[in-house]
């Protein structure tokens, strides 16, 4: 990194949707404005919220809280079912609407935009009107009820962190020259990727402020984080700009290479039971499958994962192999397996299915095993269809035909119109939920 001084400028402008999903249901149904609403996966008193409006937040209900509890601190909270295809629409409205005051580079989430800002645009009373007009632009083109914070920063990293310096409807710039003592009062947990294990690791080597780890030099932090990610955030934390910098608030506003893909489902009642589990899993592969094709990628792996409910005499004590059970945010307790299989890329569901129906063989047995309630499938080592070399061998079982057939139907009539009849027990369960991290993507009729 260079020593000269950097120019005070913002390179990057981070738009921050706050209370996203509450502020939708505000905005649709004017009611509930200015009332406490919690936005909750299904009308159930065992599941959380995952999202909370301003007036909730007040109350000390927010994303996670259990609606039971939700329900004894306000009992006039009004809970709404989400709905991803309203806040997906939102969402790309959103980004129109930032669109026209500023080229939008990156949408990491579906409630969270980012934008290069270029020449002048980076002084910053310019920086600070670009900014200015994106709030009244979301305001005038997409509803009042929808506020924003923003941050501009010299880059990504730090643009984020301002972005959540002041909630709600927040303009937070943090320039070079104020650097880094402009954030020195943060909490080590306002630094993205910093959750509550990565916090007590940080601690248990004496780091208990940001004002500590800011102090350190770059060794002493690439020694902390024992990797060359504390080299980064070296850097990033005084403004610079550097290579490699990662999807948890670091990267560079372009669209990354994606990782992975995948879809998991907490099982109703009628599903806890292996047979049940099975069906839901073939479900959530035959979802992964179809947008593996409909993105033009290819897995290489697939990872599995099943929660198993425990008695409360079976919690009290270790298990089998000898770890302590887990508690769930429905409250349940719960032993979990998973493993990682490995295959030739492929992307037709039939192959995969045999991958999973291989994996599922290999699952524990016992009575600590014979209730799941969750199951998640996830590919990784994606890569495009295109950047792979064409197959040695012939399809002789004519699978991507196979593949296509169903795409192109399913596509027409809904995504569970044909399939294998594995799934035909699950075919109306894991619908597609709301999410944070993943905007759902219509393909033809539906939405995953």
């Known amino acids: 990194m260079t020593q000269n001084p950097q120019p005070d400028r913002f390179r990057i402008l981070y738009v921050d949707l706050n209370s996203f999903f509450a502020s939708v249901e505000q905005q649709l149904h004017p009611e509930y404005r200015n009332r406490p609403v919690a936005v909750v996966p299904t009308q159930a008193d065992t599941t959380c919220c995952i999202a909370a409006s301003y007036e909730a937040k007040a109350l000390g209900i927010k994303t996670g809280t259990q609606v039971g509890e939700a329900k004894r601190i306000c009992p006039e909270i009004v809970l709404v079912l989400g709905d991803h295809r309203v806040y997906a629409d939102y969402s790309r409205r959103i ?26 645009e980076q002084e910053p009373p310019r920086a600070r009107q670009i900014a200015l007009t994106i709030k ?13 914070s923003i941050g501009l920063a010299p880059n990504r990293f ?21 650097l880094p003592r402009s954030i020195a009062h943060l909490e080590l947990r306002d630094i993205p990727g ?9 601690n248990a080597k004496g780091i208990n402020t940001m004002q500590q780890l800011l102090e350190l030099d770059r060794k002493q932090m690439h020694e902390l984080w024992n990797s060359v990610w504390g080299d980064r955030l070296y850097h990033w934390l005084r403004g610079a700009e550097t290579d490699g910098q990662t999807d948890s608030g670091g990267a560079p506003a372009s669209e990354a290479a994606q990782k992975s893909l995948g879809h998991s489902h907490v099982l109703g009642p009628e599903f806890r039971t292996p047979e049940g589990a099975w069906a839901v899993a073939h479900k959530l592969l035959h979802k992964a499958a179809m947008r593996l094709r409909m993105e033009q990628l290819t897995a290489s792996a697939m990872h599995l994962t099943l929660r198993y ?28 397996w998973s493993m ?17 129906r291989g994996a599922w063989a290999k699952r524990p047995e016992g009575a600590e ?11 990784h080592n994606l890569v495009a269809e295109s950047d792979l ?25 809904g995504n569970t119109t044909l399939h294998f009849a594995g799934m035909l027990p699950a075919r109306d369960s894991a619908p597609t939920r709301i999410s944070f991290t993943q905007i759902p993507t219509q393909y033809g009729k539906d939405y995953i």
Request: glycine share 6%; hydrophobic share 40%; proline share 5%.
């Open 369 to 379: 095993f014979a209730r799941p309630f969750f199951v998640a499938i996830t590919m």
């Open 158 to 178: 730090l643009a984020k962190i301002a972005s959540d310096m002041q909630k709600p409807d927040g303009l937070i710039g943090l320039l070079p020259s104020q």
């Open 194 to 202: 910093v959750g509550a294990r990565t916090e007590a690791r940080i």
């Open 309 to 336: 409910a425990l008695t409360r005499e079976q919690a009290s004590g270790k298990l089998a192999n000898g770890k302590s059970a887990k508690r769930h945010f429905s409250g349940l307790q719960h032993s979990g």
């Open 340 to 356: 990682e299989a490995r295959f030739p890329p492929c992307q037709d569901t039939l192959t995969l299915l045999e991958v999973l």
């Open 389 to 413: 070399e064409a197959s040695l061998f012939a399809d002789a079982d004519h699978r991507a035909g196979l593949a296509a057939t169903m795409d192109k139907l399913n596509m027409k009539y």
């Open 136 to 148: 009244q632009a979301i305001k005038d083109d997409v509803g009042e009820t929808l506020r924003c």
């Open 95 to 120: 980004v129109q609407a930032v669109e026209r005051c500023c080229p939008v580079a990156q949408t990491p989430s579906i409630d969270e935009m980012v934008c290069e800002l270029m020449g002048r």
